[in-house]
């Protein structure tokens, strides 16, 4: 099997398809465990100030 510039590319490819998806899943993970919820639910309240408002 000859080192051709395809097969470099080829590999290329399929090593980045395989990063992205292994690096999808570890933060699906990370966004679903448990001990994280109530650090994203303290960021969901406390996004606006409480002067914040659609009048202002």
Do not use: Q
């Not at 080192?3 to 470099?8: A, M, N, R, V």
């Amino acid at each position: 099997m000859a080192l051709t510039h395809e097969t470099l590319l080829e590999g290329a490819k399929l090593w980045g398809l395989f990063y992205l998806m292994g690096f999808s899943i570890c933060v699906l993970i990370y966004t679903f465990l448990p001990s994280n919820r109530e650090r994203f639910e303290r960021a969901e309240r406390e996004i606006f100030d409480e002067d914040d408002g659609p009048w202002k």
